[in-house]
């Protein structure tokens, strides 16, 4: 039911039962709040987010973390006695905080430290020797813990608890001596563990593997989405603007799909952008790799497809046609929906055929939480493409392709960024001639003739549809780097250099193009905003 | 002398005996209970004016109304017998000396309000009361008087005994529920309350032993009579726990109404060796003290010790001489609370361990010129900040021993130690 609120006199129209603390910051009050959070609830133990509310008996001082707003009510967020609160709640937390911002990973993003500036900003008046703690703790594969610098929010506590299942941290002690720990003899080994960073206010959880790398306020942050599995969780990357580096995913709320959290295996997948990359253009004579500009690349892809072409007699131009039949396009279900569209546009208008969609990672865990088995994010993307989807993760011979490759086909693989298994190495090997567009160097490369540069999920711009139908945008968050040509436009400009016809005009027209298909009527694929979009129909 | 409700019994050392009790009209009441509309019992405590004898002096009758009727949880008693507050030391006479009248007192509420299960969190030190409260629950059950379809009545009632490890905020309720479900003893937040949600996220009462104890009384004489006892709003009787420099220290029971150092004087025999009276601590170490001034000129009730300033809270009053050191006091109150603090609210975490630190440099002759006045700023930020009460349950005292006895302090400062170190009873509380 639709109520009205104030808020220092401000009118404010929200739904009944909602938390108070939530209307006042969506309607951009800036209530200050350790302890709640909108994934956990609330849980009412820091004391920082209270206000007053005005009751016939006077204002009453309340956390607004477990306050519903009811029809009428009347807030004060801004009265004398709201900032004493706020103020002391800060000088107390502080009191025994040991104060080693200049070495804490979360300086720059921590809530104690935003706090003071904004609610206190007095000199402390601990007189006393600070209390001890342990410092530095190793808990897990992932975390670091600084018990002197834990506020004792229980968030860690509540999210590994209620979300991940797995009860694994608890404040121990009471009274000024309580800190949070691990139980006896055992780690923190969630697979959601590094959410317990992102969820902690302070410096008191670290990553080990972000711990000491990055200045937070170095980072440049990008919306994106998670490519590791089907389940495409938002994110956001944060790019060192030193070194133009990734260093860090974090998951980026998006009620549709992930919530507010991520899994550590997905977290952690960014190092191969960094390492092993196509750096250049790579065409092989006599077996040996040379690099070459881009204009070279292109011209020699252009005579292995028109092989035979004798241009300007009637028997160059069918020996073209037939040499072109002879192509035969594999997509990787890493590609973007706008790589496996120019895949399914070239394999059409030059060999007259589909492209397959290759399946290529060996499943991985699926639970409760996130994680989907499915470790492609854009198998989905294929099928509502009409293109085929073949499985090279067993055993099954070519993966279940039943067609026949006629002798002498040249083959067009693209977004094979990793080593690829024996199977697909196999069925690989058949064709006279490979030429691929891939970011990594992989077993799958080193077989090809011709080699063009492709991009990883961090420096390219593109859709991808999750496993529900859920079609969400990556952004480029690295840049200058790589300033190549995107693969959608490689295979683009290949198919034109064939068939002599410019289809797409830029990627805004390639995906106006996609629109078309029956299975995304009704979206427009270029105004997605920052959740994404989900299709009506996803099963088609 | 007082009307006896409470400590009828506390003179017949044989009365935890079932058959003692019975022959002393024990378990009479029950004939007559199950003979009333639960909610005409309901009804009956509201009118008799039964407020909390645990601390807060919450109506009994309205508590119980507050669990709500029409659910299809089970609901449950929890019965405070944590007697943690500093002082207080009548739940242990009830449970030592009349346990049967607790457990009468016990199916009276859960009849009234549909309760199937009450378990008694009883403080893990107190061994007698344990093994004297599990012997007359033994005796109860096989005597029909608990279990199945108790005296024919149709009414089934399972009462458990579950004892505390030695936490003061175990008693406060929700900590309480929280100790019986088996985790650490933390406040929840309130709202929801326990009468909505408490043990297990079922309705639940949680009541003090000596709230029950009342009950069969009001069963048995009516509301009528238990209301006619008292002042206006202070209804029936109270036990108090007296300790401190007097000359008989014990368990007393008073109708509300006296005066309340006359009440001190008459029952304990007055300040020990005639010693001059210093000040009087009315209802335990979490209750601001009163100079014996304002103990001579306060009526024993709810209301008037509230309007001089402190409360009744539960009963404990501890008496101060002139040979009690008032920074001593805070010291030990404060490194009771700074140890106490289950430590969830930064306010109770962090502010009891401060005051306790400053407390302890005053006694040792360590304190700044500006240190009565740092507590006195600190105190506002831990009252009415917090998850419970424990918080404000250092800072009205601190507050009140400040501004009533600062020169005291000033004194600790001044010579730089404590001018009472010398004497034998320094501290009435430890
Ligand atoms: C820190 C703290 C400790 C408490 N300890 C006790 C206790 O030991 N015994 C008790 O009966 N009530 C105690 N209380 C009060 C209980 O929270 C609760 O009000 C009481 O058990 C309700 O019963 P009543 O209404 O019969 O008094 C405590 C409260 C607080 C805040
Ligand atoms: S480690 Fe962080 S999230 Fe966990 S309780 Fe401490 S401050 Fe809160
Ligand atoms: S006030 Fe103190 S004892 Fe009560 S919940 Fe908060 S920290 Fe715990
Ligand atoms: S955010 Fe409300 S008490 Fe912590």
Redo the contacts between chains.
Sequence with gaps: MSIKITADGKTIETEEGRQLIDVLNENGFGIPHFCYHPGLGPDGNCRMCQVEIITPRGPLMTISCNAKVTDGMEVVTNSERVKAARAAVEEFLLLNHPLDCPICDKAGECTLQNYYMDHDQKDSRQEFKRFKKSKAIDIGPTLILDQERCVLCDRCVRFLRDWAGDEQLYIAGRAHEAFLTTFPGKEVTSPYSLNTVDLCPVGALTSKDFRFSTPTWFLKRTPSVCTTCSRGCSIRIDVDARDNKVKRLRPRHNPHVNGYWMCDEGRLNYKFVNTDRVGACVVTRNGERIETSTENAMAELRSIFNAGADVGTSEGSKNKAEAAKKIFVLASATCTLEEMFAARVLAASVAEASPYVVRHVPDGVEDHLLRKSDRHPNVKGAELLGIPVVDFTTDVAAGGIDEAVPGGSVLLAVGFDYEIQETLEKFCKQFSKIVMIAARESNLTRMAHVLVPGLTFAEKEGLIVNFEGHIQKLSPALDGLWDKTPPWQVIAEITESITGESRFDGIAGLRKAIGQEAAFSGVDLNVLGPTGIRLKTPNV | MSKKILSENFDNPDAYKLAVYEKLGGYRSLEKLFKTDPASVIEDVKNSGLRGRGGAGFSAGMKWGFVPKDTDKPKYLCVNADEGEPGTFKDRKIMVQDPHKLIEGIIICSYAVGIGTAYIYVRGEYVTPINRLQGAIDEAYASGYLGKNIRGSGFDLDVFIHRGAG?Y?CGEETGLIESIEGK?GQP??K?PFPAVIGLFNCPTVVNNVETLSNLPFIINEGWEAYASLGTEKSKGTMLFSISGMVERPGVYEQEFGVNLWEFIENATGGVKGGRKLKGVVPGGSSSPILTAEEARNTILDYESIAAAGSMLGSGAIMVFSEDNCIVKALQVISRFY??????????C??????IA?VAERMEEGEG?PGDPD?ILDVCP?LM????CVLADALAMPAKSYVEKFRDEFDQHIKEKRCPYASSAASSVMG
């Design positions: 936490a905020i650490k929840r937040p709202p700074a140890h106490e603090s289950c430590g969830q609210c930064p306010p975490r962090e502010g009891t361990y401060w630190r700044n740092l930020h009415g900040m917090t998850v």
